[in-house]
């Protein structure tokens, strides 16, 4: 079946301008994960959804990151006025909710951001 | 979630077991022990997870010791696929959505 998609697959923005990041997850998962991966680093937690609410957003950075998930499947990352230190691959996971205690997230491909 | 340390990268050749270590002495009663692989350029993939009882599935065998401050991966027979960077996880058992909290991991190198 399907995966969890992402896109764009690249993106290159100049400083100062505002990207928004999509994220397609599994049909069906009603949680999904933003992280951040910086080179030869492990991904970074950003913010978690169940449903449409934000569950945890302990992880972004500063107040120019926002996600949303209106309608409790696709997500959109925003970012306003990009900075360099924002370049990253953004990474988009999904799970579906269940009772017990572990559940397995699906990752998707990533989007590369360069910002310049 | 308790911290995980690993070695910075190992390697094996194809065909043989590739044993990776992973520290978690800080673990709690309730958190388990995940790894996650990441192929290069993909996005990263479960491999298995454990409480406290050795565990396996069709992708490897998970080795927890009994005071359960450190575990090994096992890939029985390593092939040039299973060339990545492998993350052992400490997760909390507070919630089944909870966050994962990634370290550097350890690169595993397959050669022929």
């Known amino acids: 079946g399907a995966g969890v998609s992402q896109t764009p697959s690249n993106k290159v923005t100049e400083k100062g301008k505002y990207v928004e990041l999509r994220c397609d997850p599994i049909?069906?998962?009603?949680?999904l994960y933003w992280y951040r991966q910086s080179l030869g680093q492990g991904p970074e937690f950003l913010i978690y959804?169940?449903?449409?609410?934000?569950?945890?957003d302990s992880g972004l950075p500063n107040d120019r990151f926002f996600a949303v998930r209106p309608e409790g499947s696709v997500s959109t990352l925003k970012i306003q006025r990009t900075e360099r230190g924002d370049s990253a691959v953004y990474l988009c996971?999904?799970?579906?909710?269940?009772?017990?205690?572990?559940?397995?997230?699906?990752f998707g491909p990533g989007t590369r951001l360069t910002v310049l | 979630d308790a911290k995980t340390t690993q070695p910075t990268s190992m390697d094996c050749a194809e065909g043989r077991a590739a044993n990776l270590p992973c520290n978690h002495s800080?673990?709690?009663?309730?958190?388990?022990v995940y790894w996650y692989r990441q192929i290069h350029s993909q996005g990263p993939q479960y491999i298995i997870h454990?409480?406290?009882n050795n565990e396996t599935n069709e992708m490897a065998s998970l080795i927890i010791t009994e005071d359960r401050k450190s575990s090994t991966l096992i890939l029985p027979h390593a092939t040039l696929r299973d060339t990545a960077v492998y993350y052992c996880?400490?997760?909390?058992?507070?919630?089944?959505?909870?966050?994962?909290?990634f370290g550097k991991g350890i690169t595993l190198s397959v050669r022929p």
């Open positions: 454990g409480l406290k």
């Open positions: 800080t673990i709690s009663g309730n958190e388990y």
């Open positions: 996971a999904s799970s579906p909710r269940t009772s017990g205690a572990h559940n397995e997230q699906f």
């Open positions: 959804f169940q449903g449409t609410g934000a569950a945890d």
């Open positions: 049909s069906g998962h009603t949680a």
């Open positions: 996880i400490v997760r909390g058992g507070s919630g089944a959505n909870s966050k994962l909290t």
